[in-house]
């Protein structure tokens, strides 16, 4: 008995915990699971948003790629996306292929590519609180050399 009641004491602590979020914030933890496509983000405001949704539209047109994220910084430009399940086996060709297109149409641009989930998910995260207003441009731009710094120490 002692063991049931404490089993529905979890449940619901767990339950209440897990509705206790705001809505952005599930939106964020579903990116892994669904398609986000999330709006091309510029730390600065108004440098260069029309660039980067070319960058995006040049990342969506490959046919092995199904969701993307591109975050722009003051330095750096943010490239992360998701693989289609059967094309997991090519992912090095895939960033590859990826890397070489982007530097030929873009050489002056400074990129980092990434298909790390983990990158994923901190990408869109920013794109969300920068958007709805919760970070400024410099406390956005210093989570975004974060982001940067993560995916080069995961290589």
Do not use: W
């Amino acid at each position: 008995m002692v063991y049931i009641i404490r089993l529905m004491l979890f449940v619901s602590i767990f339950i209440m915990s897990s509705c206790s979020q705001g809505p952005n914030e599930k939106e964020s933890q579903l990116a892994l699971m669904k398609t986000t496509n999330p709006t091309p983000t510029v730390t600065e405001k108004n440098k260069g948003q029309d660039k980067v949704e070319k960058i995006e539209k040049e990342v969506e047109s490959f046919d092995e790629i199904y969701d993307v994220a591109v975050v722009k910084g003051k330095k750096d430009t943010l490239v992360v996306y998701k693989v289609k399940h059967m094309q997991r086996f090519n992912m090095k060709e895939i960033e590859k292929d990826l890397n070489k297109t982007l530097e030929k149409k873009y050489p002056k641009e400074n990129f980092t590519v990434s298909s790390d989930y983990k990158i994923f998910l901190e990408a869109v995260r920013l794109v969300e609180r920068k958007n709805n207003g919760s970070l400024s441009d410099k406390q956005a731009e210093k989570r975004f050399n974060e982001i940067v710094k993560m995916s080069s120490d995961m290589k």
